[in-house]
């Protein structure tokens, strides 16, 4: 298995030999902001082509199939188209705060990505608490949201601003206690260490049902998290028009667009990781030739293979469910997912006491 | 004072926090003005504001020949022309006591039914919409493409067809009218219980619509709430069984009734009244009976002095046609009782207390058509 920290770490040194340590440190953070910048970049556009293809999967149609080959362009076309927009002046608003919070909600998803692992020695920052680095970071998103409704001075985007800022918060509290469940089997925070966990199988095999029940629990509540269907209620259209960014148009909308997306990355990213053993490739026990043949595909690919699955599967629920109402969406967390979490990580830290997990 | 400050003067005193839904809203479905009066999420009261696309049709009826009311009584309720063509063909013919052929009645009540179909598919597509289930829009309007090619076929119109015109049709079906028909209803039999499958029968949808808008049968009455939003409450207003027109009393069917009244019951109605009318078809397309397609008329029309009224069953509930005439060309006066319009004021009632979106699917699950509220 290729390991990225041999490529990164004779960079490092080359870095290292031509100039003095102030400066090499320096000019690897510049590398390391303009590869996730990049990445940022294509995979949000990729993401925005891709819904567009599932969405249109589901429903008959044929999708984007004008800009390019398959309309693989299109994203590209309309980001040019809303660069070139006019940025519509709001009368009586924060100006300040309204345009702040497109940055805000942009930097946060920005944040997110450096400590997601993507392949051995492949992470931008390892921390020993990345877990706990992700979460926080990528709660701190409702903040941008909320600044956004409160400063645009509409009354839609206020409602939807407090919707999504009530939903935010309940659901962090069932995505903290689902992915607690794994830092508890897996004894570390440290998220190459969670990784290095399963190589002989992913937690959601190997931590019994109670992982299962947290995986299926850490999807909803992500999905939530994220304000994507069915709980896209800050933004829901039949109700609010476009609730917290009504106001926003031209490229600070696609800031909020491409930042929606992102978040769907960094949530799967963390759920492969987490429960499907990230950049792992697929073990079956004692299978030797098997195991052999999947070694051989890389382990970006294995990442890539996992995160975009359960970006299909978020997909999936938002082109199929109809949307819940705000006192059921609170409902549904504070009645029975937060309950069956915290039942869960009972559980769970009771096996990994007893050492009955594999 | 302009009505704006007026407004603010009105906002400004009072505690409610106002939104306005409209007269550009996704949700109101054409340019209706919902004065929303909020606390928190919980509605307190809604105040429709009607008028946005009021063309002074009955005013343009008094100056136009009979033949011509038919044109603009399809801008009506759009997704129900055929239903208010009949309605005034059905009184004109009344008033000068015109038999029309029975191929006539044959054809014109299997359009109403096709229509009634197209329109509650249309229905169901943005309804589901208005719940956030936007593939729900595709599937219904894959299927309503195709009643329209029928149409279109026939008339050379799609939605707005003025096929109808006293006396009898403008001229005869396409000769594929009834293979086409035969083809769509084999189709959409199979289609149907698609939709069941993706709204219907899922949670969500149901957590929403159950319970949601509950109407009672005596609000439904009172308010004069007709057609499938009065059945789901349990009132049995269907005009095709009280007062059976054209070729309604030569068929089988059940009025569908739903008895909990909630946006829920309402949605079931439209659902089932769909495989009715596609049983009704299936009893009429195979035996249209040879003849004319229209009665011998006169190229004037005057009706003789009097009032005369007829009702029909549209896909939204009862059109009362009502026309005063005084024996010219024209009539003296000319009324419509259009079922949205007192299908939209019991929206207030329905919808206070709950939360907006409760209001949407509310809105969504009464079937509103704009222009038929304001004409």
Known sequence: MYDFSQLTGAIDAALHRSMTPGWALFTELVIIGLVVLILYALVGLFLVYLERKVCAFMQNRVGPNRVGPYGIIQTIADLIKLLMKELIPIARADKFLFNLAPFVVIIVSFMALAAIPFALGLQAIDLNIGVLYVTAVSSLGVVGILLAGWSSNSKY????????????????????????????????????????????????????????????????????????????????????????????????????????????????????????????????????????????????????LKTFFLIYVIMWFKWTFPRLRIDQLLTLEWKYLMPLSLVNIVVVAFITLMGWHF | MSEAVIRDI??????????????????????????????????????????????????????????????????????????????????????????????????????????????????????????????????????????????????????????????????????????SVREYLKYF????????????????????TEGVGVMNREMAISYGV????????????????????SAYPLVQFEEKLQTAGDSYARYLVRMDEMWESMHIIDQLIDNIPAGDFTAKMKPVLKLPPGEYFQRVETARGELDVYIVSDGNKTPYRMKFRSPNFSNLFVLNELSAGGKIADLVAISGSLDLVIPDIDR
Not at chain 2, 147 to 156: P, V, Y
């Open chain 1, 157 to 304: 985007a206020l409602i939807g601003a407090m919707r999504s800022g009530a939903q935010i918060v309940s659901y962090e509290l069932s995505v903290g206690l689902s992915l607690l469940t794994v830092i508890v089997l897996a004894g570390s925070m440290q998220l190459s260490e969670i990784v290095a966990s399963q190589a002989d199988g992913w937690w959601i095999f190997k931590g019994h049902i109670p992982a299962f029940f947290a995986f299926i629990i850490f999807v909803v509540a992500s999905t939530a998290e994220i304000n994507r269907g069915p709980f896209d209620l800050a933004e829901a259209e039949s109700e609010l028009t476009a609730g917290f960014h009504t106001e926003y148009s031209g490229i600070k909308f696609a800031f909020f667009f491409l930042a929606e997306y992102m978040n769907m990355f960094i949530v799967s990213a963390l759920g492969a990781t987490l429960f499907l053993g990230g950049w792992m490739p697929f073990h079956i026990g004692h299978w030797e030739a098997f195991n052999h043949i999947m070694d051989f595909i890389p382990p970006l690919v294995w990442f890539l």
């Open chain 2, 226 to 245: 007709t057609g499938p939003s009065g059945r789901g409450s349990g009132y049995s207003c269907d005009v095709r069984k009280i007062a059976p027109y």
């Open chain 2, 189 to 208: 039999r199979k289609k149907l219980p698609e939709y069941k499958q993706l709204l219907t029968d899922n949670v969500i949808f149901r957590q929403r």
């Open chain 2, 10 to 179: 009105i906002v400004s005193e009072s505690d409610d926090y106002i939104i306005n839904m409209g007269p550009q809203h996704p949700s109101t479905h054409g340019v209706l003005r919902l004065e929303v009066s909020l606390m928190g999420e919980t509605v307190k009261s809604v105040t429709p504001h009607i008028g946005y696309i009021h063309r002074g049709i009955e005013k343009m009826c008094e100056s136009d020949s009979y033949q011509q009311i038919i044109h603009l009584t399809d801008r009506m309720d759009y997704l129900s022309a055929h239903m208010n063509n009949e309605a005034v063909c059905l009184c004109v013919e009344q008033a000068l006591q015109v038999e029309v052929p029975e191929r006539v009645k044959y054809i014109r009540t299997i359009l109403d039914e096709l229509t009634r179909l197209s329109s509650h598919q249309l229905w169901w597509s943005a309804f589901g919409m208005d719940l956030g289930a936007l593939t729900t829009f595709f599937y219904g309007l894959r299927d309503r493409e195709l009643i329209l090619d029928i149409f279109e076929e026939s008339f050379g119109s799609r939605l707005l067809h003025s096929f109808n015109t006293p006396g009898g049709l403008m001229h005869d079906v396409h000769p594929n009218f009834q293979k």
